[in-house]
């Protein structure tokens, strides 16, 4: 059985005080365009929120319980090859985690986590 391909390629990562900005490539090979679909890939959002989660989890620290959603925004399609910049604003007081994806400056994705207490 050949393992699957679901993860971003990371060329950097940044941690700030109050988060992390994350560089990396999204490989066409991708398990996650197969049929997603045909003949125009483009990555799914719920995919975008997983590696938000999954980042915060590993390299903030952050119990991602999530209670809520909010702010959502999906502004542009994520096609195989983008290189993109994941910015999260972690605010513990409000248990808040903000993401942006951006690709060549321009916002792609957005929202805001707020996680269980």
């Known amino acids: ?3 699957l391909r679901t993860q971003p ?3 950097s990562l940044r941690k700030r005080p ?3 900005a994350v560089r990396m490539r999204v490989p066409a090979s991708l398990d996650w365009f197969r049929g997603h679909f045909p ?6 959002g719920v995919v975008q929120l997983d590696w938000a989660v999954a980042y ?3 390299h ?6 999530i209670e809520r959603i909010a702010g959502l925004k999906f502004l542009r ?5 983008a290189e993109l910049e994941l ?10 985690l903000r993401f942006q994806y951006t690709e060549n400056e321009q916002a792609c994705s957005s929202g805001r986590f707020f996680l269980a207490r």
């Open 18 to 20: 109050s988060g992390l």
């Open 87 to 96: 910015d999260l604003q972690w605010s513990p007081q409000e248990r808040e």
């Open 1 to 3: 059985m050949t393992a």
């Open 39 to 44: 003949g125009r890939p483009i990555l799914p």
């Open 9 to 11: 390629e990371e060329l």
């Open 60 to 65: 903030l620290g952050i119990d991602p319980a």
């Open 77 to 81: 399609v994520v096609r195989p090859g």
């Open 56 to 58: 915060a989890r590993h």
